[in-house]
Nanobody, 126 residues
Framework: QVHLVESGGGSVQAGGSLRLSCVAS????????MGWFRQAPGKEREVAAR???????FYADSVKGRFTISRDYDKNILYLQIERLKPEDTAVYYC????????????????????WGQGTQVTVSS
């Protein structure tokens, strides 16, 4: 089992910044796709950013240039640095993971992700 706990959300004004953290525990030796997903009220969950086992990253067009996904392998923490927040970024942000292998790209489907955190709320006011 992999346990994921997000933190760092909050209420901020448009243009502000946040850093979300996802602390992983349970398996420090496996290789994983890691992702940040978000779900706004009344909308489907969507990928914001993901990282494969080799450290390659993907960003949704709506967040590219503003969001940065990174991982501290020593501390087992996944980060999402968010800059220039927009009201459209308001959502619950979830950390997720799935088993993968080296040199294997992470797929785009959220159904592939096995482990999920409980989410952290990000609210951006105008």
């Amino acid at each position: 089992q992999v346990h994921l706990v997000e933190s760092g959300g909050g209420s901020v004004q448009a243009g502000g910044s946040l850093r979300l953290s996802c602390v992983a525990s349970g398996d420090n030796y496996g290789t994983y796709c890691m992702g940040w997903f978000r779900q706004a009220p009344g909308k489907e969950r969507e990928v914001a950013a993901r990282m494969d086992a080799d450290g390659e990253t993907f960003y949704a067009d709506s967040v590219k240039g503003r969001f940065t996904i990174s991982r501290d392998y020593d501390k087992n923490i996944l980060y999402l640095q968010i800059e220039r927040l927009k009201p459209e970024d308001t959502a619950v942000y979830y950390c997720a993971a799935k088993r993968t292998g080296y040199s294997v790209p992470c797929g785009p489907s959220i159904d592939e992700y096995t482990y999920w955190g409980q989410g952290t709320q990000v609210t951006v006011s105008s």
